[in-house]
């Protein structure tokens, strides 16, 4: 099984994590709609749609960018209808887009917390329920959708929490969405799974962070070829909080230098969530 064909409907797509996905699904010859808010290019934070959508063709797919913010639910429902316009329809959503701040409940203002619930959770939920219609005729036509979203494992231990509560809610908002609807969407034959890393991994956004050490790092597409093996398997394979390195363990896959920012790197950044 491959994504030869299939859309993918990926948000926080213009650079990083997500378009590592997009490129991968791209070399089997997918349709990738980038779904981001990036139009103008930064310096400090490269990539935007229009240069994504440039690597996706290079890639081998077919790409349509559209700018977006996942908060503002008209514009996320106009994306969908625009994808559909274009590809005929949704086979996988992936739920990338996230905002960060490491900060404690002191010096978080309202503001980021509302940023951060707003694209993290809200966001993922509206994307997945914009979508939901796609994806059962996905299903219906027998062509294997998917939900992925890239969020931790749940796990209620306080250390996970007391350094960075809103972060915290904000990313388990989007792994209680995959707990939900890989219940909720079974009966559809829609499959809905969450991936993270165990390591930190080198992006952009990553390296805006003060203190990240980006040689201790992993690139993204240890996410995207872990990614690629979720998103081929069958629909009926739901409700799984996947952590890269094991997922690909278990595809034999256990030699992962090519992933190292530095070459021979032993003492990587543990990303958090993980146990």
């Given at each position: 099984m491959n994504l030869k064909g299939k859309t993918l409907f990926i948000t926080g797509a213009s650079?990083?994590?997500?378009?590592?996905?997009?490129n991968r699904a791209a070399a089997d010859g997918a349709n990738v709609v980038i779904v981001a808010k990036t139009t103008d290019a930064n310096?400090?934070?490269?990539?935007?749609i229009?240069?994504?959508?440039?690597?996706?063709?290079?890639s081998g797919g077919q790409a349509l960018a559209l700018a977006v913010d996942i908060r503002d639910e008209d514009a996320v429902r106009v994306a969908v209808v625009k994808a559909v316009e274009t590809f005929g329809g949704i086979d996988i959503l992936v739920n990338n887009a996230s905002a960060?701040?490491?900060?404690?409940?002191?010096?978080?203002?309202?503001?980021?917390?509302?940023?951060?619930?707003?694209?993290?959770?809200?966001?993922?939920?509206?994307?997945?329920?914009?979508c939901l219609a796609e994806l059962k005729k996905s299903a219906q036509a027998g062509r294997n959708p998917h939900v992925l979203t890239m969020s931790p494992p749940?796990?209620?231990?306080?250390?996970?929490?007391?350094?960075?509560?809103?972060?915290?809610?904000?990313?388990?908002?989007?792994?209680?969405?995959?707990?939900g609807h890989a219940g909720e969407f079974g009966k559809y034959g829609i499959a809905v799974n969450s991936l993270w890393p165990r390591t930190a991994i080198a992006t952009a956004a990553l390296q805006m962070?003060?203190?990240?050490?980006?040689?201790?790092?992993?690139?993204?597409?240890?996410?995207?070829?872990?990614?690629?093996?979720?998103?081929?398997?069958?629909?009926?394979n739901t409700g799984n909080f996947y952590i890269?390195?094991?997922?690909?363990a278990a595809h034999g896959i256990t030699d992962l230098e090519k992933y190292s920012v530095t070459p021979g790197t032993k003492d990587f950044i543990p990303d958090f969530f993980v146990d």
């Open positions: 650079r990083g994590i997500g378009l590592a996905i997009g310096p400090k934070l490269p990539g935007t229009y240069s994504a959508a440039e690597e996706i063709r290079a960060i701040s490491l900060t404690d409940t002191e010096h978080t203002p309202m503001k980021r917390y509302d940023l951060m619930n707003g694209v993290n959770a809200r966001g993922t939920y509206l994307c997945t329920q914009a749940l796990s209620m231990k306080p250390h996970w929490f007391e350094h960075h509560t809103a972060y915290t809610m904000a990313k388990y908002g989007m792994s209680m969405c995959t707990l962070l003060p203190g990240v050490d980006v040689k201790r790092c992993r690139t993204p597409e240890i996410l995207s070829d872990a990614a690629y093996l979720i998103l081929t398997s069958p629909s009926s890269d390195d094991e997922l690909l």
